[in-house]
Nanobody
Framework: QVHLVESGGGLVQPGGSLRLSCAAS????????IGWFRQAPGKEREGVSC????????TYADSVKGRFTISRGNAKATVYLQMNSLKPEDTAVYYC???????????????WGQGTQVTVSS
């Protein structure tokens, strides 16, 4: 059974950093393009970043470019989202997802994780 688990969320002050991790059971993360999505209260879920299994190329939403970095761990069993210079508007539940097709469109998602809460507040 395919299972994705996120970790690393929490409460951080504006300007701070967090690193989210995504691990998988039932399959290898190396078989899929992997994406991070988020959903803020009262808003639709949106794509944040994704990384290609083929060549490691990355894509970012305009709102996080220059602040967030997606990467695969050395053993390729984990995908990370390093989030720097966090803003209150980054507050959301963050979801890891295995993608059928590379890209930040929600229709590309094959499997979802359960999500981890990120709160940016002073």
């Amino acid at each position: 059974q395919v299972h994705l688990v996120e970790s690393g969320g929490g409460l951080v002050q504006p300007g701070g950093s967090l690193r989210l991790s995504c691990a998988a059971s039932g399959f290898s993360l190396d078989y899929y393009d992997i994406g991070w999505f988020r959903q803020a209260p009262g808003k639709e879920r949106e794509g944040v970043s994704c990384i290609s299994r083929r060549d490691g190329s990355t894509t970012y939403a305009d709102s996080v470019k220059g602040r967030f970095t997606i990467s695969r761990g050395n053993a390729k069993a984990t995908v990370y989202l390093q989030m720097n210079s966090l803003k209150p508007e980054d507050t959301a539940v963050y979801y890891c997802a295995a993608l059928w097709v590379e890209g930040l469109d929600l229709s590309n998602v094959g499997y979802w994780g359960q999500g981890t809460q990120v709160t940016v507040s002073s």
